[in-house]
């Protein structure tokens, strides 16, 4: 990370003048979760397109917004350090981290930018949206990382979930996925890797040392954001739906079935073992068998069971 501090912003062989191939699959199918619905394999292959397309859309979305509040967070833990005389490169790495999360930002938007067809007339509001008054709360929590620590294990999971979907979308053949979407997860994937290490690192600073008592309160948050926001398909994943059949008339009479098997997904053994597990997650998991107050994640994550159990839950 520290020797990317001299690298040239946004260095990625792309061009970002001509619009997207929209013949080609922007994300790996199998991270999308209607791609875990009966009604997939009913689908004509452009229509799997365009759902592939605005899904991932609302990936750079969600992805963008949440590296840059993420960044609040991480910037509060650099001025603590350095308030107190921490390790200088501990630090450094820390603002590269934001550097680094500003960059993947402008990937994501021009991504976005280069995705929406030629042919729309308006611009459409955003598929990722998040509640003024949740947005607000997350911004004072992720402004307070020694109170909150539950920040970071976010951060974690996140990250390491995009390393996933890099990869996943990387072992597509070169011909099956638009170009400049193969060339950022790529580039991606270099940095993601680094995040993950340092996310370990801020955990093993801001959660491992607290009393027990505030370990489990941000367990606790932390079991909440997965249940309600991290992991069913909900909110966005509806808005992308509606929006992809609005964009496709022919299946308007089969919205209220779709709906339905998009909301069952979220019950999914293959779906959870895609989002949060052992395969996908693995350094997110080695962590929760660590501290105990982790271990009643097995009552959200289906593919979750604590290495060793925990009787004091």
């Given at each position: 990370?520290?020797?990317?501090?001299g690298?040239?912003?946004?260095a990625?062989?792309?061009?970002?003048?001509?619009?997207a191939?929209?013949?080609?699959?922007?994300v790996?199918?199998?991270?999308?979760?209607?791609?875990y619905?009966?009604v997939?394999g009913?689908?004509?292959r452009?229509e799997?397109?365009?759902?592939?397309?605005l899904?991932?859309?609302?990936?750079?979305e969600?992805?963008g917004?949440?590296e840059?509040?993420?960044?609040v967070?991480?910037l509060?833990?650099?001025?603590?350090a350095e308030?107190?005389g921490?390790d200088?490169?501990?630090?450094?790495?820390?603002?590269?981290?934001?550097?680094?999360?500003q960059?993947h930002?402008r990937?994501?938007?021009?991504?976005?930018r280069?995705?929406?067809p030629?042919?729309?007339?308006?611009?459409q509001p955003?598929?990722?949206q998040?509640?003024?008054a949740l947005?607000?709360l997350?911004g004072?929590?992720?402004a307070?990382?020694?109170?909150f620590?539950?920040a970071?294990?976010i951060m974690?999971?996140?990250?390491?979930?995009s390393?996933?979907?890099?990869r996943?979308?990387?072992?597509?053949?070169?011909?099956?996925?638009?170009p400049r979407?193969?060339e950022?997860?790529?580039?991606?994937?270099?940095?993601?890797?680094?995040?993950?290490?340092?996310?370990?690192?801020?955990?093993?600073?801001?959660?491992?040392?607290?009393?027990?008592?505030l370990?489990w309160?941000n367990?606790?948050?932390?079991?909440?954001?997965?249940?309600?926001?991290l992991?069913?398909?909900?909110?966005?994943a509806?808005?992308v739906?509606?929006?992809?059949?609005?964009?496709?008339?022919?299946?308007a009479?089969?919205r209220?079935?779709?709906?339905?098997?998009?909301?069952?997904?979220?019950s999914?053994p293959?779906?959870?073992?895609m989002?949060?597990?052992?395969?996908?997650?693995p350094?997110?998991f080695s962590?929760?068998?660590?501290?105990?107050?982790?271990h009643?994640?097995?009552?959200?994550?289906l593919?979750?069971a604590?290495?060793?159990?925990?009787?004091d839950?």
């Amino acid at each position: 990370m520290l020797r990317r501090a001299g690298e040239p912003r946004d260095a990625l062989s792309v061009s970002w003048d001509e619009p997207a191939d929209f013949d080609r699959w922007f994300v790996c199918p199998t991270v999308t979760p209607l791609y875990y619905a009966p009604v997939y394999g009913e689908l004509t292959r452009g229509e799997q397109l365009r759902y592939n397309h605005l899904t991932a859309i609302y990936f750079n979305e969600l992805i963008g917004y949440f590296e840059t509040s993420f960044a609040v967070s991480v910037l509060a833990a650099v001025g603590r350090a350095e308030a107190a005389g921490d390790d200088a490169r501990f630090s450094a790495a820390l603002r590269q981290f934001v550097a680094d999360e500003q960059e993947h930002t402008r990937w994501w938007r021009q991504l976005t930018r280069l995705s929406q067809p030629s042919a729309a007339n308006e611009i459409q509001p955003p598929l990722f949206q998040i509640p003024s008054a949740l947005g607000t709360l997350l911004g004072k929590l992720l402004a307070r990382p020694r109170l909150f620590p539950a920040a970071f294990w976010i951060m974690l999971v996140l990250e390491e979930r995009s390393l996933d979907i890099s990869r996943r979308s990387l072992r597509l053949e070169v011909g099956e996925i638009e170009p400049r979407y193969r060339e950022v997860y790529r580039k991606h994937m270099e940095h993601e890797a680094a995040h993950v290490a340092l996310d370990c690192q801020l955990l093993e600073r801001y959660f491992a040392p607290r009393s027990r008592p505030l370990r489990w309160l941000n367990a606790r948050l932390f079991r909440t954001a997965l249940r309600k926001f991290l992991l069913p398909p909900v909110r966005g994943a509806k808005r992308v739906v509606e929006r992809w059949i609005a964009e496709c008339p022919q299946l308007a009479g089969r919205r209220t079935e779709i709906l339905g098997q998009l909301e069952a997904v979220g019950s999914s053994p293959d779906y959870h073992r895609m989002m949060y597990s052992r395969t996908s997650t693995p350094i997110a998991f080695s962590l929760f068998d660590r501290f105990p107050e982790m271990h009643a994640l097995d009552r959200v994550l289906l593919c979750y069971a604590p290495a060793v159990k925990d009787r004091d839950r």
